[in-house]
């Protein structure tokens, strides 16, 4: 009874396998020389193609129970043992591929390279093109520093001068004015030196003709 019901289980899980296992899947012929694929699921059926290892297939179905595999490979359908087909690419497959993918990021990674060495270049022209600005900033820094105090100095220099024209201006004025107050001392001495004259003048001529005719005369009896 027991083995009546083992052989059940089996014949359920088998055909439960054969209803749910994938329509369509990809996979490769494993790692061999060559698989034979047949019209039928032995050995005894007609041989349709040799697959060599490598060779990608579509799994239209899976028989569990003979362990063979229906694929299609291009226009032509056949059946194969399952156990040559894996749902990865052989090792040799795979080892070609990533030499390809290497080949293929090294071309690639070729003008990343130069455009990253461009970038450094670049990165290192600017760092100098700043420390040259910096040196620039800083001479310029103290030259205008200095232009600063050239133009301080030459503002002292520009109001004392202002001062000085102001306060030559001032004595210019007071000079003018002891020019005209001399000039007016000088025309009222010269008035009053001709005045002087005039009253001298005067006077001799009034000594002359009037002090003779205050002297006494002397009669003529005295004479005689």
Same mark, same amino acid.
């Given at each position: 009874?027991?083995?009546?019901?083992?052989?059940?289980?089996?014949?359920?899980?088998?055909?439960?396998? *054969?209803?749910?296992?994938?329509?369509?899947?990809?996979?490769?012929?494993?790692?061999?020389?060559?698989?034979?694929?047949?019209?039928?699921?032995?050995?005894?059926?007609?041989?349709?193609?040799?697959? /060599?290892?490598?060779?990608?297939?579509?799994?239209?179905?899976?028989?569990?129970?003979?362990?063979?595999? *229906?694929?299609?490979?291009?226009?032509?359908?056949?059946?194969?043992?399952?156990?040559?087909?894996?749902?990865?690419?052989?090792?040799?497959?795979?080892?070609?591929?990533?030499?390809?993918?290497?080949?293929?990021? /090294?071309?690639?990674?070729?003008?990343?390279?130069?455009?990253?060495?461009?970038?450094?270049?670049?990165?290192?022209?600017?760092?100098?093109?700043?420390?040259?600005?910096?040196?620039?900033?800083? /001479?310029?820094?103290?030259?205008?520093?200095?232009?600063?105090?050239?133009?301080?100095?030459?503002?002292?220099?520009?109001?004392?001068?202002?001062?000085?024209?102001?306060?030559?201006?001032? $004595?210019?004025?007071?000079?003018?004015?002891?020019?005209?107050?001399?000039?007016? $001392?000088?025309?009222?001495?010269?008035?009053?030196?001709?005045?002087?004259?005039?009253?001298?003048?005067?006077?001799?001529?009034?000594?002359?003709?009037?002090?003779?005719? $205050?002297?006494?005369?002397?009669?003529?009896?005295?004479?005689?």
């Amino acid at each position: 009874m027991k083995k009546v019901t083992s052989i059940a289980l089996t014949t359920v899980t088998l055909a439960l396998l *054969l209803i749910h296992s994938p329509a369509q899947s990809e996979q490769w012929v494993t790692d061999e020389l060559s698989v034979t694929m047949r019209s039928g699921k032995s050995n005894q059926h007609k041989i349709i193609k040799f697959l /060599t290892s490598g060779t990608k297939v579509t799994v239209l179905e899976v028989d569990e129970e003979t362990g063979y595999s *229906l694929v299609r490979v291009g226009s032509k359908e056949g059946w194969v043992v399952s156990q040559y087909l894996n749902g990865e690419k052989p090792p040799r497959e795979q080892l070609a591929d990533a030499k390809a993918t290497i080949a293929q990021l /090294t071309d690639n990674s070729t003008p990343i390279q130069k455009k990253l060495a461009d970038l450094e270049t670049k990165s290192l022209n600017q760092g100098n093109e700043i420390g040259s600005l910096k040196t620039s900033n800083q /001479t310029l820094s103290v030259e205008l520093k200095r232009i600063r105090q050239v133009a301080g100095g030459a503002l002292n220099l520009n109001e004392q001068n202002h001062n000085l024209i102001e306060k030559n201006q001032m $004595l210019q004025n007071d000079v003018d004015l002891l020019r005209a107050e001399n000039e007016r $001392l000088t025309d009222n001495t010269k008035v009053e030196w001709f005045l002087n004259g005039i009253f001298a003048v005067g006077f001799g001529v009034f000594i002359a003709l009037f002090v003779p005719r $205050l002297a006494p005369r002397k009669n003529h009896s005295e004479w005689n």
